[in-house]
Structure formats: C-alpha cells, structure tokens
C-alpha cells in the first residue's frame, strides 16, 4: 500500500457526460501527479500540482482540468466524455515535487465510456 | 524530447530462475533518475527500484538489481529467484531536472511459469 488513496476504484458512463476522479496524496506529500494508462497511448503524464498550485503539464486534453484544494486531495474533471477516454487513470504524490523524489502511485481509477 | 526503450514485448521464465529485462533511454541531460516500476494484474503501479544517474554504484533492493550503463543509456533491471508474485508488467521510466514527469517505456510483461 504506497498510502496514495483514489475514489472510485471503477467508473462506468457514458459519451458526453462528465466525470470527476478525486485522490489524496500520502500523508505529508505536497505534491500530486496524474497520469492515464491507456492501450494505444500508454502511461502518459497529464498535469502536476505542488501544494495548490499547478507546476507542470503534459498532453492533458482541453476537455480536461484538475485542482488541488487546501487540504491537498486533488481531483481531475473529465468533461464531454469520449469513447478513447476510456483508460486507467493513476494519481501519485511526492513530498515536494522535486524530480529526485521518488513518486507513489495510487491504486488507479478504471474510467470505461460507452 | 525524452525517450524510454522496453524491446522485449514479453518475456517469460521458470520459477527460481534469473531474469533480465532491458531498457534504453535517450536524453541530453547528465543528471537524471531511472526507475523500475511493476505493474501486476491488480493494476497497481509498484516501485521496485531506483537509479540516481550520478551514482556509479548499481541499485540493489533484495533480489531486484540493476545494471546502469550511462554512457550507452542502458538501465537494465535482473530478478533474481524469480517467484510466482513477479509475475507482472514492468515498466521503465525516467525523469529528469526541469521535467517533472516521468516518462515510461512501453512495458515489458514477465510470466514466471511454476
């Protein structure tokens, strides 16, 4: 157990509709990562936040957006759903989003679209 | 633009026996971190071990351990003992200074046959 903690475990929806996937960070960590692990893309990196803020992104889609609140759970909204959003979306944490800290993963949120 | 290299699609040994899996990476920085993540049917994203870039001293965790080759940008990861439990994806990954993110390989999915 890395003490990364994601909700729900499994998503069923539907095209069009929107989504929100929420995770809180191991205890003491400031900083939240989100990646997607999908079939054709792999494990590719969406955006990082560092106690509140947003620090990096990657190829996150315009139809998606994430925040990191106060208490430093985080969560990404998936909006106008596509079928190819269907994925496994992993939120990880690191204490303070320095690049020679190692990242933890959590158990991963299965987002299916029909 | 980073990249990470896992030829070996799939790979697949006798219980007890030794393995190695092999990665290449492609960056113009000196100093970076390389990473060997497992991936087992739970979907769990697992750390196994790490690499500092700037260390000339292979990695060891237990029966996990790495063979670094900076100058040919090898990082390649050898179980040894192989037990049922390794059976998983596993993958590399990389991360750099002024790059937050990390970057993975394609994966490499080890079967360990009883």
């Known amino acids: 157990d890395s003490g990364v903690t994601q909700t729900p475990k499994h998503l069923i929806t539907a095209t069009g509709q929107r989504v929100t996937l929420r995770c809180s960070p191991r205890?003491?960590?400031?900083?939240v990562y989100w990646y997607q692990q999908s079939l054709d893309q792999g494990l590719q990196f969406l955006i990082q936040?560092?106690?509140?803020?947003?620090?990096a992104k990657g190829n996150i889609l315009e139809r998606f957006s994430a925040q990191q609140f106060p208490d430093l759970h985080s969560e990404l909204n998936l909006s106008s759903l596509e079928l190819g959003d269907s994925a496994l979306y992993f939120c990880a944490s690191s204490a303070n989003g320095r690049t020679q800290e190692t990242q933890y993963f959590g158990p991963g949120t299965r987002l299916l679209v029909l | 633009a980073q990249t990470v290299t896992q030829s070996q699609p799939e790979m697949s040994v006798q219980e007890a026996e030794t393995v190695t899996l092999s990665c290449t990476y492609d960056?113009?920085?000196?100093?970076?971190?390389l990473f060997w993540y497992k991936q087992p049917p739970s979907r769990q994203m697992i750390l196994v071990i790490r690499?500092?870039?700037?260390?000339?001293q292979n990695a060891t965790e237990n029966r996990f351990s790495v063979n670094f080759q900076k100058a040919a940008k090898s990082f390649s990861l050898k179980i040894s003992d192989s037990q049922l439990g390794d059976t998983a994806m596993y993958f590399c990954?990389?991360?750099?200074?002024?790059?937050?993110?990390?970057?993975f390989g394609t994966g490499t999915r080890l079967t360990i046959i009883p």
């Open positions: 690499q500092e870039a700037y260390k000339q």
């Open positions: 960056t113009s920085e000196n100093n970076y971190y």
């Open positions: 990954a990389f991360i750099d200074f002024g790059n937050e993110k990390l970057t």
């Open positions: 936040y560092y106690n509140g803020e947003e620090r």
């Open positions: 205890s003491g960590d400031l900083s």
